[in-house]
T-cell receptor
Framework: EDQVTQSPEALRLQEGESSSLNCSYT??????LFWYRQDPGKGPEFLFT???AGEEKEKERLKATLTKKESFLHITAPKPEDSATYLC???????????FGTGTRLKVLA | ETGVTQSPTHLIKTRGQQVTLRCSSQ?????VSWYQQALGQGPQFIFQ???????GRGNFPPRFSGLQFPNYSSELNVNALELDDSALYLC?????????????FGPGTRLTVL
């Protein structure tokens, strides 16, 4: 069964304390892996798309990487405004079905 | 460029009723997907519409149905509402049915079923 698992469920960091969020996946075939940020009561905001193992993308304090089994979202020197839920999703080959993980709730303390 | 919009923002219904939620896709986008997000969970894929045809569906019963119009806007209809249908309903649009392009989400409609 196609599955996406994110860890940890929740993470508290001090401002400036770098860390990584994990997204592991088991799918029959991967067309793309997506990272989103979601603030409370709002729709997810697109961050990155990764298509193949070894690919990396960066945006400000965020860097996403992809292997054949998992993806990492690295947060360097986070700020309180980075506090949000970070969602990972995969698009399964041969389908138009996106499978989301349950997210990691990040809280960055000043 | 206009983003994805959804209406209404909030809705309260009673069990057994029917509901219609609306979505306007981002300018230039011809593909719309609908998701259900329960509290504390990730979005669950309901279905996708491309050029007015459903071209993908998740594990949702037939009482969840949809439409896409020639201007690419879309509706989600849910019949015979159940308490478990209470959730945030999200609409997302992409530039093509290829799927590899990023999805842009609307703000969602919060549905409460009493």
């Amino acid at each position: 069964e196609d599955q996406v698992t994110q860890s940890p469920e929740a993470l508290r960091l001090q401002e400036g304390e770098s860390s990584s969020l994990n997204c592991s996946y088991t799918v029959s075939g991967l067309r793309g892996l997506f990272w989103y940020r979601q603030d409370p009561g709002k729709g997810p905001e697109f961050l990155f798309t990764l298509y193949s193992a070894g690919e990396e993308k960066e945006k400000e304090r965020l860097k996403a990487t992809l292997t054949k089994k998992e993806s990492f979202l690295h947060i360097t020197a986070p700020k309180p405004e980075d506090s949000a839920t970070y969602l990972c999703a995969v698009l399964v080959s041969g389908t138009y079905k996106y499978i989301f993980g349950t997210g990691t709730r990040l809280k960055v303390l000043a | 460029e206009t983003g994805v919009t959804q209406s209404p923002t909030h809705l309260i219904k009673t069990r057994g009723q029917q509901v219609t939620l609306r979505c306007s896709s981002q300018s230039g986008h011809n593909t719309v997907s609908w998701y259900q997000q329960a509290l504390g969970q990730g979005p669950q894929f309901i279905f996708q519409y491309y050029r007015e045809e459903e071209n993908g569906r998740g594990n949702f019963p037939p009482r969840f149905s949809g439409l896409q119009f020639p201007n690419y806007s879309s509706e989600l209809n849910v019949n015979a509402l159940e308490l478990d249908d209470s959730a945030l309903y999200l609409c997302a649009s992409t530039g093509s049915s290829g799927g590899e392009n990023e999805q842009f989400f609307g703000p969602g409609t919060r549905l409460t079923v009493l």
